[in-house]
């Protein structure tokens, strides 16, 4: 099984970016896909999830109308797009696959 996020790094606040997470190895379009990150000193948030049926989406409350998750089960990849970006929103991001597997991780920084 792997989870490969790509699309971190440095932007101003007020910039955007997106997120990719490549999956393989298990049956994607099975799996609720999220997102998390872990702002630096403080515990991993869980920040959007997709469900693998329904495609129904939620979100961390202080990124909603900001950041949105979508999924393309033909490329068994989530994304993650994140506008209007705040300083705040500087993490490590994590691509999460049902209950069981994790990706390493990709920087997000905000900051002019």
């Known amino acids: 099984v792997q989870l490969v996020e ?3 790094g ?4 007020g910039g955007s970016l997106r997120l990719s997470c490549s999956a393989s ?12 990150r ?5 515990e991993r948030e869980l920040v959007a999830v997709n469900t693998g049926i329904g495609f129904r989406t939620n979100y961390l409350d202080s990124v909603k109308g900001r950041f949105t998750i979508s999924r393309d089960n033909v490329k068994n990849t989530v ?3 994140m506008n209007n970006l705040k300083p705040e929103d500087t993490a490590v991001y994590y691509c999460h696959a049902g ?3 994790w990706g390493q ?5 905000v900051s002019s």
């Not at 991780?105 to 920084?109: E, S």
């Open 38 to 42: 872990q702002p630096p000193g403080k």
């Open 99 to 101: 209950e069981t597997y």
């Open 10 to 13: 440095l932007v101003q606040p």
């Open 25 to 36: 190895g298990f049956t994607f379009s099975s799996y609720d896909m999220s997102w998390y």
């Open 6 to 8: 790509s699309g971190g």
């Open 105 to 109: 991780g990709i920087q997000v920084t």
């Open 79 to 81: 994304y993650l797009t």
